[in-house]
């Protein structure tokens, strides 16, 4: 139980497009799903926290413009990074959460901006 | 404010045991985790502990936490070649409907023969 998908698990776009990353709760309803990005060699960064239904909290630093988040029902959250540049190419992670203190996490996403 | 904090590197021989180790700043955590990240995949929860306990066993894992100085400790005992992988320790603080994790910086832990 308790399985977090995330597609596409690798996306190479070019520079000025945008890219979606679909994150899934399987067989579980997720109240709250996280989006982290971590940078080759360091920790995971809370980027946003979703609860469903409503706007995202973004983290202090993390532009809610270039990083859209939508949390449209209790299974799927979706991140899209509007105009992406080089420096934007990194892993994404979500996570899922059932109102408890337990996070499941997805498999991650490694963007690459050309 | 929150920072946890871990050493870079840990090299042990194959059946030997693994001691990770992490600080943290925030005693206001509930729960303290480890989870284990091979090479360009998600995390796997290892284990975790309350806040309030000093120690938890999980088969070859063992959970220290001095809350007083702030420091967990994650013991791997008889570590195999398949243990080689990076460690994050994170806390955990209630914010609303679930928790948010501040991860450490991960201990890249490698097991030679």
């Known amino acids: 139980g308790a399985v977090v998908s995330q597609h596409p698990s690798r996306v190479i776009c070019k520079s000025g497009t945008s890219v979606k990353i679909e994150c899934r709760s399987l067989?579980?309803?997720?109240?709250?799903m996280f989006w982290y990005r971590q940078f080759p060699k360091q920790s995971l960064m809370l980027m946003a926290t979703s609860n469903e239904g409503s706007k995202a909290t973004y983290e202090q630093g993390v532009e809610k413009d270039k990083f859209l988040i939508n949390h449209a029902s209790l299974t799927l959250s979706t991140l899209t990074v509007t105009s992406a540049h080089p420096e934007d190419s990194s892993f994404y992670i979500c996570s899922a959460s059932d109102r408890g203190d337990e996070q499941y996490f997805g498999p991650g996403t490694r963007l690459t901006v050309t | 404010g929150e920072d946890v904090e871990q050493s870079l590197f840990l090299s042990v021989r194959e059946g030997d045991s693994s001691v990770i180790n992490c600080t943290y700043t925030d005693s206001s955590s509930t729960y303290l985790y480890w989870y284990k990240q091979e090479p360009g995949a998600g995390l796997q929860l290892l284990t975790y502990?309350?806040?309030?306990?000093d120690m938890k066993q999980d088969q070859r894992l063992t959970v220290l936490l001095n809350k007083k100085d702030k420091h967990l400790s994650l013991r791997i005992a008889d570590t195999q070649t398949g243990d080689s992988a990076i460690y994050f320790c994170a806390e955990s603080h209630p914010t609303g409907t679930a928790s948010k994790l501040t991860f450490g910086t991960g201990t890249r832990l490698q097991v030679t023969l």
């Open positions: 067989d579980f309803q997720a109240t709250t």
């Open positions: 502990i309350f806040s309030n306990m």
